[in-house]
C-alpha cells in the first residue's frame, strides 16, 4: 500500500466513524412500564377469577400476570392499586355502526338523507371516545350507513392518536342487492341515494375489491332484508352471489359478515362460507346446526332486537346446537357507550355471566383473527385491560362501573 491509498483509508475510516455519530433522529422514551393491582383478574377464559393477581405491562404489551410473589416488577415501574375492582381483557364490540346515533334521536331514514357527512363525522368523534371510556378497546364497524368511507378515515384518526377511540375494523360502505336496501318510501321514478352499496351477479367482484381496496377489513353483506311488497323480510343474493362475494374476500384473507335474519339467508350465508351471521332472529334448530357444522359464529344483536319471545327462543336454539356466540350489539341504533347492555341481554336470556364475559373477550379476538394480539391476559398479548369495581361474573351490571381503561400500554381512564 502507497502512502496516498494509506490517506484514503485513514480519510474514509474517519468518515465512517463521524457518519456513525450523528443522530438518526428523536431518542426513543424507553417504554412505559406499569404494574396493576386489582382485587381480581378476570383473564379472558378461565372460569374461576385469579384473586390478588398483579399484571406487569411494558410498552404496548402484557409482560407477565401472575401472583405478586411470581411478578417481579422493575424499580421503574409505576404501580397503580385497584382496590375493589375486577381487571379484565378490554372488551371486544363484535358490530357497532359508529357513524349512526340512536333511532329514537334521528330516524335511520333521516340520518341518511339530511345529514351531512362532516355532521356525521364530527358526530362519531364522539362516539369513538364514548366507546373507548366504556371500557370497549376494539370494535367491528359494520357499515356506515350511508356514510361513505368515512370509517377508513375515524380509523387512521385513531391508530394515529388524533383521537381517542377503540381499534376499528372497518367494512366501509356494505353490499346491498338491488332494490332491496333503502331508504324506502319514494315514488318509484325516484333514485335515492342508499344507505349501502349495491351490486349483482358479476359486478359483485368488483364492488368487493373496490370495497377492500379502499380500507376493508371485512366485507359485510346483506344475505336477506325486508324488501318489495309485503313487508316482510326474504332472502337478496342468491347462493351463487354469496358465494362470488366469499371467495373474491377469500382470495385476499378477508372474512365476510352477513347480515341475516331468516332461515333461507342463513343458510344460504352459512353455505356461501361467511365467518359471522348477523342478527339470525329467525333462526331454527336446523339452521343453528348448520351453521355449527360449518363453523359460523352467530352475533345475535339482542340490545337491538328487543326482547320478544321469539327472539329468546332462537338464541336459546343457538345454545343449544353449539354455535359459537360473539358479542356484538348494534350499537348506534342505541347509544354508543351503552354497549354493556348487549352482555346484559345475554345474562338476561340464559347466558352465564362469565360466558358473555368470553363472549365479548377471547370468543371475540378469535372470531376476529386477533386472539393472538387480544381478548385474554397473558404475556406479549397487547395491554388492553380494564378495570371494573366489582365483580362481573357474580353481577354483570359491574361492567357499567368502568374505573380503568388501557389500550395497547396508554391509559385512557385514570383510577
Ligand atoms: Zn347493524
Same mark, same amino acid.
Given at each position: ?6 490517506? @484514503? ?37 378461565? !372460569? ?39 381487571? &379484565? ?9 359508529? &357513524?349512526?346515533?340512536?333511532? /329514537? ?9 339530511? =345529514? ?38 375515524? +380509523? ?26 333503502? %331508504? ?11 344507505? !349501502? ?41 342468491? &347462493? =351463487?352471489? &354469496? ?41 331454527? %334448530? ?13 352475533? %345475535? ?9 321469539? +327472539?329468546?327462543?332462537? @338464541? ?12 356484538? /350489539?348494534?350499537?348506534?341504533? @342505541? ?68 374505573? @380503568? ?7 385512557? +381512564?385514570?383510577?
Amino acid at each position: 500500500m502507497n502512502t496516498r491509498c494509506l490517506w @484514503f483509508v485513514l480519510i474514509c475510516c474517519a468518515a465512517v466513524s463521524v457518519w456513525a455519530q450523528i443522530p438518526t433522529g428523536p431518542q426513543q422514551e424507553p417504554a412505559a412500564v406499569y404494574l396493576l393491582k386489582p382485587t381480581r383478574v378476570f383473564d379472558g377464559e378461565s !372460569a374461576s377469577l385469579h384473586q390478588g393477581w398483579v399484571v406487569l405491562v411494558r410498552g404496548e404489551r402484557i409482560q407477565a400476570a401472575g401472583t405478586a410473589a411470581d411478578v417481579k416488577a422493575p424499580a421503574e415501574a409505576k404501580v397503580i392499586e385497584m382496590p375493589g375492582t375486577t381487571l &379484565l381483557p378490554g372488551l371486544i364490540e363484535g358490530h357497532s355502526h359508529v &357513524l349512526l346515533h340512536p333511532y /329514537s334521536e334521528t330516524s335511520w331514514n333521516d340520518q341518511n338523507a339530511l =345529514e351531512a357527512l362532516s355532521l356525521r363525522v364530527a358526530r362519531a368523534t364522539n362516539h369513538l371516545r364514548s366507546t373507548l371510556m366504556a371500557g370497549f378497546t376494539t370494535i367491528r364497524d359494520l357499515g356506515t350507513e350511508g356514510a361513505g368511507y368515512a370509517d377508513v378515515g375515524l +380509523k387512521q384518526a385513531v391508530e394515529q392518536s388524533i383521537i381517542p377511540g377503540p381499534r376499528m375494523l372497518v367494512v366501509t360502505r356494505a353490499i346491498v342487492a338491488t332494490g332491496s336496501y333503502g %331508504p324506502k318510501g319514494f315514488a318509484p321514478e325516484w333514485r335515492v341515494p342508499q344507505g !349501502a352499496e349495491e351490486a349483482d351477479g358479476e359486478n359483485l367482484i368488483r364492488v368487493v375489491r373496490d370495497q377492500i381496496g379502499k380500507g376493508a377489513d371485512w366485507i359485510k353483506v346483506y344475505a336477506d332484508y325486508v324488501w318489495g311488497p309485503g313487508g316482510i323480510a326474504a332472502p337478496t343474493f342468491s &347462493l =351463487e352471489e &354469496l358465494k362470488l362475494i366469499v371467495d373474491t374476500a377469500k382470495s385476499s384473507g378477508r372474512a365476510v359478515a352477513a347480515h341475516a335474519s331468516t332461515p333461507e339467508g342463513m343458510r344460504r350465508a352459512t353455505l356461501a362460507g361467511v365467518e359471522t351471521i348477523e342478527h339470525g332472529n329467525g333462526g331454527t %334448530p336446523e339452521v343453528f346446526r348448520l351453521m355449527k357444522e360449518h363453523g359460523v359464529a352467530l352475533c %345475535p344483536t339482542l340490545s337491538a332486537g328487543g326482547n320478544s319471545e321469539a +327472539k329468546r327462543a332462537s @338464541f336459546r336454539a343457538a345454545l343449544d346446537a353449539g354455535v359459537t356466540v360473539a358479542s356484538g /350489539s348494534d350499537v348506534g341504533v @342505541f347509544a354508543h357507550g351503552d354497549n354493556a347492555r348487549e352482555l346484559e341481554a345475554m345474562v338476561n336470556f340464559g347466558m352465564a355471566p362469565v360466558d358473555a364475559l368470553r363472549s365479548a373477550t377471547s370468543i371475540d379476538a378469535r372470531v376476529l383473527h386477533m386472539e393472538n394480539q387480544l381478548g385474554r391476559i397473558g404475556p406479549g398479548l397487547l395491554a388492553d385491560l380494564i378495570a371494573v369495581e366489582g365483580d362481573p361474573t357474580q353481577n354483570i351490571t359491574a361492567l357499567r362501573r368502568v374505573r @380503568f381503561v388501557m389500550k395497547g400500554g396508554t391509559v385512557f +381512564k385514570q383510577f
